[in-house]
């Protein structure tokens, strides 16, 4: 077979092979046109901080903590990030991955995300048309669930926050290599490589469900790295154009990263709710921040040292203090030379910490 013929036999054999390709024939065993490409088993979806979670659990179970209920709000894409094609860039479900993250450091969660089945069970239940054993419908009265005040659980503190950073080009560089002779004839060969790295960022808050207030919050970063490599060879062989191009490329998964960087703040929270020091389930990861709980003994040591300053009502009023004449002018049945108290002989309020919360009150306060 000559030069010239053996590009015309490549096509006619390349229009055969796509030809049967585009076959609609099917498996009458399976019943499929094509059988699937791949097959690789389900895994579960851990990130480097799901152990350190797991070990929290394990912690406050062995010291017998029982950690309040948490319940998980809206963690919203915030970036506004969009893609034309593909659309939103940031992953819609991080309000999941915190909950997922929660129950993996042993905190008992209440669903507030989706009550749909929940608000429709109870309307039924109101309405008695709800029952545990439907097949004994018609044959008692009382076969339907009854409702009791108090029956759902409720939150103590609550999850919120967002995805609050998408930076596409924090650095990026390259390479590009052309090796070959100058005249036609001559075989050629190029190399590329190039990378480029990217982040993500959260915010996250831990809110007070009763009072409202944030008692902690959470910021973290997770950087991502993209890699491209290409090379490739072509030349002139008796006047075919022979060109041969290899390469791959590779991009750490951004919806991964946002998983990462909301189970390491969440790490922060489950840390301080079952009162166990933040660097005990850290693989040699030092933490910036004081936890909730350093900083609520030292709201105590302050408490302490206000009360141990401050003159009790109990005790007598200092010999120095005189009765001061009131200026106001006399009212009907009062005289002017009544005395006032002073302010050592008041009752003086004191300020407590409340136990099992990060939140200063009055004693006398109710």
Known sequence: MSARRLPLAAAVAAAGLLAGCAGTG??????????????????????????ALQCLAAAAAARGIAPPRVAVGEIADLTGRADLQTGRVVSQGAALFAVTALTRAGLPTVERLDRTVSEIERAYATNHLLSDTPEQAGQSGDNFRPIYAGEIAGSRYYVVGGVTELNYNLRSRGADLAV?????????????????????????????????EVVATAAYQKQIVGREIRAGVFDFLGGTLFDLTAGG?????????????????????????????????????????????VRRRAQLQLVSAVAAATPRSAEPPSPLAQPVADPRPARSGAALSDPVPSAAARPQPRVVLEPGTWRLRRADSR
């Open 180 to 212: 070959g002779a100058v005249e036609t004839p001559g075989a050629k060969a190029a190399f590329t490589g190039s990378d480029y790295v990217m982040n993500v960022a959260i915010d996250l808050r831990l809110i007070d469900t009763i009072s409202q």
């Open 26 to 51: 099917f498996d009458a065993e399976t019943g499929l046109y094509a059988r699937p490409v791949g097959g690789a088993p389900a895994t579960v979806n851990t990130t480097p901080y799901s152990p």
């Open 249 to 293: 490329s590779a991009l750490e998964p951004v919806q991964f990263a946002v998983r990462t960087a909301v189970e390491r703040g969440l790490y922060d929270f489950a840390a301080d709710l079952q009162d166990v020091p933040r660097e005990a389930c850290l693989a040699g990861e030092a933490t910036t921040e004081p936890s909730l709980l």
